[in-house]
Structures are given as C-alpha cells and as structure tokens.
C-alpha cells in the first residue's frame, strides 16, 4: 500500500511550486520591461512607398440623381502619414529615432508628407523629390465612421534609375549609422531588386535587416534577419491556397522561410494571430489578443513595427511576436490609421500578463 505524505509535506510542495512559478513570471515581466525599456535606444533606417491617406468625413443621407450611388456631404477632412510613413509614426510612437527614406512628388502633398513625418520627429533629410512622379495619396470617403469607397492616385512603376541610384546611396551611407533597416514595401515602385539588394548587404554591417515584403520582391530579400507576409501573400509565394488550418501552415511555413533563405519568417493571420518560423527553433503559433475590432488599417505596419524593435532590442520570438500582437490589438480598437505608443504597450502588458 502507497504511503501517504504528510500533509504538511503537501502543503510544502504546493507552497514552492506556487512560489517558483510566479518566481518565472516574474523574471518574464522584468525581462519583458527592459525589453521595452531597450526599445527607445535603437536608430532606425526606414525604406519604403510612402504615402498620404486623406479622410473625407461626412455623412450620406441620400441618392444621386446622376446614378445609383450615394451622395456623401463632406463636413470636414483630415489626413495622416500611410504606407511607410506611418512605419515610421508606429517607431517614432515606440520610442525610436528614425531616419526615412523615399520618394516624393514636387507637390502639396508630398510637402504635406514632409511636414507630418517631420512632426513625428523623423529625419527627412532623404526623401528624394521626383518632380515626374506624383506623391501617393489614397482618399477615403467616410460616413457614419464607416468607409464608403477609397480614391487612389499614385504612379505603380518603378522609380527613376536616378532615384533608385541616390535611395542606394544613402543606404550605404547611413544604414552602418542605424540600429535596425526596416523595408516597408507597398508594390508602389520604390522598393525594386538593386534596393533590395543593398539594404540586405547591410547586415555585414551589424544592421538588423527587417522587411514587409510583396510577393513580387520577397526573393529578393535572401539573408534578411526578418520577412513578414500576409496570409494571402504568403499563399501567393508558396503556392499553395492551404496555409489556413495549422498543420499547414506549419508544415509549408517553415519550407517556405527555408525556400526564401531568410532567418525568420512571420506570417500573419489577422484575428487569428500569427505564425513564426525561425532558422533555429521550431515553428511558433501566437494567437491574437481577442479585442474589439472598430478598424483593421495599419495593424500590420504596427505589427511590422513592435516585432522588429523587440527583436532588435533582445527579446526572444516568443516574447516580441506577443508584443507585437498586444500592439496590433491596441491599434484595432482605434479608428483610421493609429499607433501603439510605448506607454500604452507598456500599461497593457503590466494589465493583462500572460
């Protein structure tokens, strides 16, 4: 007949493991804490399609009399730095130091772009003008807080030799200056093999080398210390439409960082999360922070955003891809283009710990 111990033993036993078990926790949050604390230290080089994203608020109380569509009484309008630039508003908004790099037009948007980026406390002093080339700019039309249709006017080709060539060179110049070399691509041109290319040679520098590929340039990136892609686009890369179910997406996640030669890969899921896949661990699935959603736009730049500072800053993937979603999910419940900043990540993580 087994002894039974006694109950004091038990209650010993109980008592230690509930003490090293919130011991671990902890050393995780202490950890986690500094990890953010090392954020507002780094220097970042962005490279990428920027943008303007102008919002047409108003309301639609009626039909055109012209065709079948509503008419939208516009009240007032606002805009924000979009695409890259507003990589560079998540940074700024995390505590980085950020230097850009882009391609505007020799218009009152691009100036426009200049002085918000300029706001944000970036150094703008690469931004080449291309007097043939208009500033993107992508319009929403609002009603009610609810996006009726959006207007684009942009040019989808490639920039000017002239441009890729001083883009090139100020990557050269400047990335050994900075921390981490953050790739927003947004298959607006700016971003084309040559400039790919030569952020990537970075790394020999010490740069860690971040990029939010498009299917069409992600070759490019062999080398690259993180690659991140949508669920559609990784599909796209793969393949294959089955990257859905988690068997799947581990099984071609992991052959499909192995195929683009970089050191992690993270595919996003929107509400369903994430998925990472590193040259030396397993694969990692990190749910999403269960919140309520009011407007997806920018989540992935945010995303983008927290996971390559906490990289950088020393946290290991487990602990920066959670980040990353806390950051995502504070972004969601905001309306328009938003940012986490450093604080409120901070207080969410210290609210709601894992």
Same mark, same amino acid.
């Given at each position: ?22 011991? +671990?926790?902890? =050393?995780? &949050?202490? @950890?986690?804490?500094? /990890?953010? #604390? ?5 220097? $970042? ?71 918000? +980026?300029?706001? =944000?406390? &970036?150094? @703008?002093?690469?931004? /080449?003008? #291309? ?5 993107? $700019? ?217």
């Amino acid at each position: 007949m087994r002894a039974t111990p006694p109950r004091g033993l038990s209650r010993h036993c109980r008592t230690t493991a509930r003490y090293n078990e919130d011991h +671990l926790v902890a =050393q995780v &949050a202490h @950890t986690t804490l500094t /990890v953010l #604390d090392r954020m507002t230290e780094l220097k $970042v080089l962005v490279v990428g399609d920027l943008m303007l994203d102008v919002y047409l608020w108003g309301h639609a109380s009626r039909i055109s009399p012209e065709a079948p569509v509503m008419v939208v009484e516009v009240e007032r309008e606002t805009s924000v730095p979009g695409g890259a630039a507003n990589v560079v508003h998540n940074l700024a908004a995390l505590g980085a130091r950020v230097r850009v790099l882009g391609v505007i037009g020799d218009d009152a948007p691009g100036e426009q772009l200049r002085n918000a +980026l300029r706001e =944000q406390g &970036a150094d @703008t002093e690469g931004l /080449v003008v #291309d007097a043939g080339r208009p500033t993107t $700019v992508k319009s929403r039309v609002m009603s009610h807080h609810r996006q009726v249709m959006r207007i684009d006017r942009e040019n989808k080709q490639p920039i000017s030799p002239a441009a890729e060539a001083e883009i090139c060179q100020q990557i050269e110049a400047f990335g050994p200056q900075h921390d981490v070399i953050l790739i927003s691509d947004y298959a607006k041109g700016l971003v084309t093999p040559r400039i790919a290319r030569t952020a990537t040679a970075q790394r020999e520098q010490g740069c860690f080398v971040a990029v939010n590929a498009k299917p069409g340039q992600v070759h490019a990136f062999a080398g690259a210390d993180l690659v991140t892609l949508n669920q559609i686009e990784a599909e796209q890369v793969a393949g294959t439409a089955r990257l859905a179910m988690e068997p799947d997406i581990r099984k071609h996640g992991a052959e499909l960082r192995s195929m683009l030669d970089v050191r992690t890969l993270v595919i996003t899921q929107g509400g369903r999360g994430m998925s990472a896949f590193s040259h030396d661990q397993d694969p990692l699935v990190v749910p999403a922070v269960p919140v309520e959603v009011y407007d997806v736009a920018g989540a992935g730049d945010t995303t983008i955003s927290t996971l390559t500072m906490a990289l950088r800053a020393g946290a290991d993937l487990k602990t920066a891809s959670q980040l990353a979603m806390r950051a995502a999910s504070i972004v969601v419940g905001k309306l328009g283009v938003a940012t986490a900043t450093l604080d409120e990540l901070r207080d969410n993580y210290l609210r709601v710990q894992p």
